[in-house]
């Protein structure tokens, strides 16, 4: 399988991986994907972007992780989303379906591995008054 991020979504979406010509267009909508990952909670605390073909999966996600495949197929559906929509509106609300889905599927992975109380317990309440 292709590490380079560029390179498999490029893949994915039917463009050479010599062609040139779209890479702009594809990086941008690679990383609106990576920022939506991100306010999920998945990926580097810094946020994530790429700028050319050199940028592989792994540093992305660190480490082997079943979180990653769904990852990729969440960044290849929002992609094709963005740069190749479909024409009508059944095939654009089933695409639009799975990205839901597959967006979910991320965060529950992500909430097993690495959920945080986002109300720990603290001090009772009579300590501070």
């Not at 379906?97 to 945080?116: A, D, L, M, S």
């Amino acid at each position: 399988m292709e590490e380079s991020i560029l390179k498999s979504v490029k893949k994915i979406l039917g463009v050479y991986p010599d062609d040139d010509s779209f890479d702009l267009d594809i990086i941008t909508h690679i990383n609106s994907a990576f920022s939506v990952l991100h306010q999920l909670g998945v990926g580097p605390d810094d946020g994530f972007y790429i700028e050319d073909d050199e940028p592989k999966w792994s540093d992305f996600l660190e480490g082997p992780t079943p979180l990653i495949r769904e990852v990729q197929t969440c960044v290849y559906l929002r992609v094709r989303l963005l740069f190749d929509p479909p024409t009508t509106s059944y095939a654009l609300a089933a695409l639009e379906r799975q990205i839901e889905e597959h967006e979910w599927r991320v965060n529950v992975k992500r909430e097993e591995t690495g959920w945080v109380d986002p109300d720990p317990p603290g001090p009772p309440v009579e300590e501070l008054l």
